[in-house]
């Protein structure tokens, strides 16, 4: 679970969809138990983060705006980096993602 955020929305939610994940996996007896990771988006660089990413079973990308729909900064540097990618670069076939986006709805 990869988490962007400002003020903590973000991290919060990751936190609680992390909880769950580990739960879920608990009584679904899946041999052998996958762990579930908490990463911040700028913990790690973007090229070591999405190299993680793609080696897993799957990954959920948390990410909140904050102002007036701003993207978080923590988050920046791996939003430059998904965009410059060459098509194919994540090898979209293997790399199972889902995007959790939080955000007034007034942006």
Known sequence: VIFGTQSGTAAQAAKEIKVELQQFIGRSKM???????????DALPPNSLLKAATGSLASI???STFGE??????????????QDCDEGALGEESFRYAVFGLGSSMY
């Open 69 to 82: 729909g701003e993207f978080p900064d923590m988050a920046k540097k791996l939003w430059s980096f998904l």
């Open 61 to 63: 990308f948390v990410v």
């Open 31 to 41: 041999c052998p138990e996958p762990t579930v990771n908490l990463v911040a988006a």
